[in-house]
Structure formats: structure tokens, C-alpha cells
């Protein structure tokens, strides 16, 4: 009898640390149209409104915390923006990632938050063939992006204007997310090749070693955070079983990538997850763009009746 008394309370205290950690992460639903295909998000850290892009209807979203009351900050084709990605906010004002007349000619938009006019847009010649993916910015406002189809990163360069190369590399084959240390030293990037990369801003040297635990993870979206790295998995659409959002620590001085802890990775509501942004000690990542049932070329929806509400997935974050 004494042994089924214990084991009953194994039993149950296994269920109650399971439901206890099943806790920690809330599903957000976003009142938006169900077929944009979202790819990028940020947060205001000042007012907790969420920011996102949408590949599919050319806009950028502006809702409360909760997903509700959503509004364009940026109506379909303004200022012939085009194919949202990677956003971020400094000093209330807003910078996305696009394209023009969604030709491949990638462009960066510039947004002040308090009156949600475009104060800036930023293109490269047409002649120069990029695909800006996702971006980080500095606290002086200069912009770092990613271009995944030429696998390098490119530099605006806020008081002038112009855009240049900071780095090309073998070594950052396929990069697409980025993100930038708090002391703005280091820049912190996956490539699809040799997994997630640190660069030293000031010397443009490759810090860390090939990074093994995340080659062939479909990274999207990264965010610095408190000295840890939080990393999307979307496995390029593939093994969702696999998808979801993952967290690194770093080395005391950020050059090198520690252990890693799964927080979503397996959960019901992933569906090609893309990226991440942090409030108040929480990380809030896009859990199913559902880009499965995209037709890029077309801009369509496939399925339009397998499409479900935009989920965010909301995290704590010791």
C-alpha cells in the first residue's frame, strides 16, 4: 500500500510540474487577415505595441499587446513598400525590411512611432542585385542586413544615407537572421551553412567556430537578450515536430555560444516559425506564418481554406 502512495504522488507531482511548465507558454491570436503570411515582428518596449510585417498584402500592423485593435502603420504598396520582413525599433521609431514594387530590389523603411509617418526610405541602386532579409540597428541608427540570396551584410549608414557591403564571407553562407549585443560591440547571425555566426563589428572578424548544434535548424529569427541568444527554428518548412523557439546562453564576454535550452520546440501551434521580439521579460515569437500554403510566385494562397489566425506564441524568460 505505502508503495502505491508514493508512486501516486510521483505521479502527481509529475502532472503538476507539467501543467506548471505547459503554463509558461500563451498562445496570442492576431486580429489580422488570416492569409497575410507574417514574417517580421518588434515590440514597443514603451507603449507594448506589437509590429508586423506581411509578406503576402505589402503592410506592416500595428496591435495591442493582446493581438487586438490591429491598424496599418504602412497601407499595401506605400511608398511601393512591398514584401515585409525583418523589423526592429530604436528610439521609438521603426525599421522593416522590403522590397520595391516587389521587384528584387530591397529597400529599408524608416518609421517614427509617434505620428506612424515614414520619415525614411533607403534603397540600393537598381543595378545591385540583394535580397535584404532581415535587419538589426545600432543606437546611432545604422542598419545592419542581411542578404540571404548573396550571403553577405550590408551597412546603412544613417547620416549618410548609403548603403555598402560591411561583410562578405564564405563563412556566413545563406545569412538571414541578426541581431546586435547591448554594448554594441558584436553582431550575432545564423547562416543556413555553418550555423549561427558572431562577428566583431569594429575588426569585421568571425569570432566563434562553425557552430554545429545549429547547421541545418532553419534559423529565422534571433534576438539578443541579457547575454543569451533566442533562436527560431523553422526548418525550412520541413519536421515541425523540430520547429519553435530555442534559447543560448552566451560566454561572459558574448564571444562564444554555450549550452542551449529548448522552450518551444515541439508545440502544436508552430507552423514555420519566423521571429522573435522581447516585452517585459517575455519572448513573443510568430509560431505559424503558414508560408506552406503561400504561393510565392503568384502571391496567393493556396489553401484558402486551411488558413487559421496568426498565433503568437509568449514565453518567460529567466
Not at 525583418?86 to 524608416?110: D, S, T, W, Y
Not at 518609421?111 to 534603397?123: G, M, R, S, W, Y
Not at 563589428?201 to 541545418?216: E, Q
Amino acid at each position: 500500500m505505502a508503495n502505491k502512495s508514493v508512486s501516486f504522488i510521483f505521479f502527481l507531482l509529475l502532472f503538476i510540474v507539467g501543467n506548471l511548465q505547459a503554463q509558461k507558454v500563451e498562445e496570442i491570436f492576431m486580429d489580422t487577415d488570416m492569409g497575410s503570411m507574417p514574417e517580421g515582428i518588434a515590440i514597443d518596449q514603451n507603449k507594448g505595441h506589437i509590429y508586423m510585417s506581411s509578406i503576402r498584402l505589402d503592410k506592416v500592423y500595428k496591435c495591442e499587446i493582446n493581438g487586438q485593435n490591429c491598424i496599418d502603420v504602412i497601407s499595401s504598396g506605400q511608398e511601393g513598400f512591398t514584401f515585409g520582413t525583418g523589423m526592429m525599433i530604436v528610439k521609438n521609431h521603426l525599421f522593416v525590411c522590403g522590397r520595391f514594387e516587389r521587384a528584387k530590389k530591397p529597400m529599408v523603411l524608416q518609421i517614427d512611432l509617434a505620428t506612424n509617418n515614414i520619415e525614411n526610405v533607403f534603397k540600393l541602386p537598381d543595378s545591385t542585385k540583394a535580397t535584404f532579409n532581415d535587419l538589426t540597428v545600432d543606437e546611432n541608427w545604422n542598419v545592419y542586413m542581411t542578404d540571404s540570396d548573396f550571403s553577405r551584410i550590408y551597412r546603412l549608414d544613417h547620416k549618410t544615407g548609403e548603403i555598402s557591403v560591411f561583410l562578405e564571407d564564405v563563412q556566413i553562407k545563406g545569412p538571414n537572421g541578426i541581431c546586435i549585443s547591448d554594448d554594441q560591440s558584436k553582431l550575432y547571425l545564423s547562416s543556413t551553412t555553418f550555423g549561427i555566426r558572431i562577428v566583431d563589428i569594429a575588426t569585421k572578424k568571425i569570432l566563434n567556430p562553425i557552430h554545429d548544434a545549429t547547421i541545418g535548424k532553419g534559423i529565422d529569427g534571433l534576438k539578443y537578450y541579457k547575454n543569451k541568444l533566442l533562436v527560431v527554428y523553422n526548418y525550412g518548412g520541413k519536421e515541425k515536430e523540430k520547429q519553435g523557439l530555442v534559447e543560448f546562453a552566451l560566454s561572459e564576454n558574448g564571444a562564444e555560444i554555450l549550452h542551449g535550452k529548448d522552450l518551444t520546440i515541439g508545440h502544436t501551434r508552430n507552423n514555420i516559425p519566423t521571429t522573435v521580439g522581447m516585452y517585459k521579460g517575455h519572448a513573443y515569437y510568430l509560431a505559424n506564418s503558414q508560408f506552406d500554403n503561400y504561393n510565392w510566385g503568384e502571391n496567393t494562397v493556396r489553401r484558402p481554406g486551411d488558413l487559421v489566425k496568426t498565433a503568437l506564441l509568449k514565453v518567460k524568460i529567466d
